[in-house]
């Protein structure tokens, strides 16, 4: 079965700075790859989503995503951290039901 | 739309009770399923259904039973609960029939506590 990992448990950033989250995924056939916020005691909401086309994804808030194949990866990206991006991340990958990895909680720095 | 609800937000338990969290979607998709979260743990699968009448196992269907009678609903059946299952459950629900290649409509979550 596909699976996730994503790499860093906790990031904390500054306003302002560069948002790098990152998630490696595993799968035996070509897989759909998402992004999901979840904003504390609410249920997770679509950031955006590869399913085939141009590897880069742009999704909403700003945020970003690159599909790359030979590495395997799909790490998330924001030019410009914000105070409201202070929120739990999950990178899910996708052949014929969701996986999720265990989630990056972002901090931001005023 | 309301979207996907689910009922109820908050349930505490003691071990050995049954109990049903519902979850119910307007938006007329083929594809529910239902996800317990975990600390570190992130979401992990527990049942889903392609259709009325269609169900399977994800990764941790353990101590889990569902049914699908109509589209709208997929309630999802704790038979004797145990310390194990406290979490938070999200159901889901998306309009592609496989669930993979689209996006998933997340519920607000039940939080479960069993004693």
């Known amino acids: 079965a596909q699976s996730v990992t994503q790499l860093g448990s906790h990031v904390s950033v500054s306003e302002g700075a560069l948002v790098l989250l990152r998630c490696n995924y595993s799968?035996?056939?070509?897989?759909?790859l998402f992004w999901y916020v979840q904003y504390p005691n609410q249920g997770l909401q679509l950031l955006l989503k590869?399913?085939?086309?141009?590897?880069l994804v742009k999704g909403i808030n700003g945020f970003e995503a690159e599909f790359k194949k030979s590495e395997t990866s799909f790490h998330l990206t924001k030019p410009s951290a914000h105070m409201s991006d202070a929120a739990e991340y999950f990178c899910?990958?996708?052949?014929?039901?969701?996986?999720f990895g265990a989630g990056t909680r972002l901090t931001v720095k005023p | 739309n309301a979207g996907v609800t689910q009922t109820p937000k908050f349930q505490v338990l003691k071990t050995g009770q049954s109990m049903t969290l519902q979850c119910a979607q307007d938006?007329?998709?083929?594809?529910m399923s239902w996800y317990r979260q975990d600390p570190g743990m992130g979401l992990r699968l527990i049942h889903y259904?392609?259709?009325?009448?269609?169900?399977d196992q994800g990764e941790v269907p353990n101590g889990y039973n569902v049914s699908r009678s109509t589209t709208e609903d997929f309630p999802l059946r704790l038979l004797s609960a145990a310390p194990s299952q406290t979490s938070v459950y999200f159901c889901?629900?998306?309009?592609?029939?496989?669930?993979?290649?689209?996006?998933?409509?997340f519920g607000p979550g039940t939080r479960l506590t069993v004693l």
């Open positions: 889901a629900s998306s309009p592609s029939t496989s669930g993979g290649s689209d996006t998933q409509y």
């Open positions: 259904s392609v259709g009325a009448g269609i169900t």
């Open positions: 590869y399913t085939t086309g141009a590897t």
């Open positions: 938006m007329n998709h083929e594809y």
């Open positions: 799968s035996s056939v070509p897989p759909y």
């Open positions: 899910a990958v996708s052949v014929n039901d969701m996986r």
